[in-house]
């Protein structure tokens, strides 16, 4: 790469940090790519630092040593994720959103790719100290917040199946028993789609009692996988927490009231802030 003045220097360096999160980059590294002093290298990244934090972007951690270097690590503050999730509330609570069972119609939202970046981020934020491997969702609606929060952790991610593919070879299978209809129902994944003993995020977009993420809880018992933590979009308030399967997630926004007579809906931040 070509030398660059320091103002063009911090721009790239800067966009260099923001498409590697969560990896480690040496002084040596940045002083080879952009040919400058290490000494130099240092004074730019105290600075893009300090902007990182400033606007709640995120951390860029330093490690000492001859193996050590940056770290950019995606952050967002709570009362900038409060304001967008509560932008995010008064969309749900739409009264055409509504649909049979008391489930929200949140499609179109997932469609967005802006959107999902910001969820992605507040996903990232809440799990960015945990030791995590490997992403996993359930097929379908959870896969763009999968993806989107994979993108801030720079993890892969795993998808959990319905019904088995053929072009996936061998896979497990298990039954669980739906928390909210009470309906024995089937998900799988491949074999090849996750090693044993991996450390697993599961993120879905909307729990009402919460047996589906249970049913995926149980299938990475199969892989002797570690569930690492649980990122739920929406969660359903309208649930005893006798009724409820799991109590040990970070959810987003809290569905705290439905009345299908009136058609009104109430949406709260959920317990993340």
């Known amino acids: 790469m070509k030398k660059l003045k320091r103002s063009a220097r911090l721009v790239e360096m800067t966009q260099y940090l923001l498409a590697r999160p969560h990896t480690l980059i040496s002084l040596t590294a940045f002083a080879e ?26 951390e860029l951690n330093t490690l000492a040593g001859a193996a050590g270097g940056v770290r950019f690590v995606p952050k967002v503050r709570k009362d900038q994720a409060l304001e967008k999730m509560g932008s995010i509330c008064r969309e749900l609570e739409q009264p055409e959103r509504l649909l049979p069972g008391g489930y929200l119609y949140m499609t179109d939202l997932l469609g967005q790719p802006s959107l999902m970046q910001e969820v992605g981020r507040m996903f990232a934020s809440a799990f960015a100290d945990r030791n995590i491997d490997v992403i996993m969702t359930v097929e379908t609606k959870g896969i763009p917040l999968a993806h989107a929060t994979a993108q801030y952790l720079n993890l892969p991610v795993v998808i959990v199946r319905r019904d088995h593919k053929v072009t996936e070879g061998s896979a497990v299978s298990i039954n669980y028993v739906s928390g909210s209809t009470k309906r024995i129902q089937t998900m799988s994944l491949a074999r090849r789609a996750l090693k044993e003993e991996s450390r697993v995020l599961i993120i879905d977009d909307f729990m009402k009692a919460g047996g589906t993420i249970q049913g995926m809880v149980d299938l990475l018992y199969e892989f002797r996988a570690v569930v690492a933590g649980v990122g739920v979009f929406v969660e359903s308030g309208e649930v005893d927490n006798e009724e409820r399967l799991l109590h040990d997630y970070v959810s987003l926004a809290r569905l705290t009231e439905v009345d299908l007579k009136t058609r009104q809906i109430t949406v709260q931040p959920g317990n993340f802030f």
């Not at 400058?36 to 004074?43: D, F, G, P, R, T």
């Not at 600075?47 to 709640?56: A, C, L, N, R, T």
Request: aromatic share 8%; hydrophobic share 35%; proline share 0%.
């Open 33 to 58: 790519r952009y040919q400058s002093a290490k000494s130099s290298i240092s004074e730019d990244l105290a600075i893009i630092k300090e902007v990182f934090e400033d606007e709640g972007i995120g």
